[in-house]
């Protein structure tokens, strides 16, 4: 990761989140910084709940500001999103300024976990079971497509 040399406001908002990236070498806080204004939560609590990999599928994690697009390059399983435990649709309530409902997830895990909650354990259980089961069939499509 390259970092400024100097502190520039336009990516690093703060001189103190400045010396803490060039410190570390860890962009997880100006991306926090940004997510906790956007969903209206403390900095320092959404911080904590920056990993570095996926807790869904392990996949790493990249923070880099301007970057966070797979529309500029950067796959969507290393792409970090907030995901809200109750799903936005379900309790609008609490889309902003409750902490608890809110954790980071990859754009990818997000984007399949959308509107589910625990309540859907059992269904997607049945598309594990479904797609493992299929999992021979779809093989030998693919084969068949790439030998078209």
Request: aromatic share 8%.
């Amino acid at each position: 990761m390259t970092n400024y040399k100097i502190y520039d406001p336009d990516t690093y908002i703060t001189r103190d989140l400045w010396r803490e990236v060039v410190a570390n070498n860890d962009l997880r806080p100006v991306w926090a910084h940004i997510q906790a204004q956007k969903w209206q939560v403390s900095y320092e609590e959404y911080r904590a709940k920056c990993p570095i990999h996926c807790p869904c599928c392990n996949s790493e994690l990249n923070y880099g500001i301007g970057r966070n697009n797979p529309n500029q390059g950067k796959n969507p399983e290393n792409t970090p999103s907030t995901d809200h435990i109750i799903p936005r649709s379900i309790a609008p309530e609490l889309e902003f300024g409750v902490i608890d409902n809110l954790q980071v997830i990859c754009l990818w895990c997000n984007t399949l976990k959308n509107n589910t909650t625990f309540k859907d354990i059992p269904r997607v259980q049945g598309i594990i079971k479904l797609l493992e089961n299929t999992q021979e069939q779809y093989e030998k499509l693919m084969l068949s497509k790439v030998l078209l």
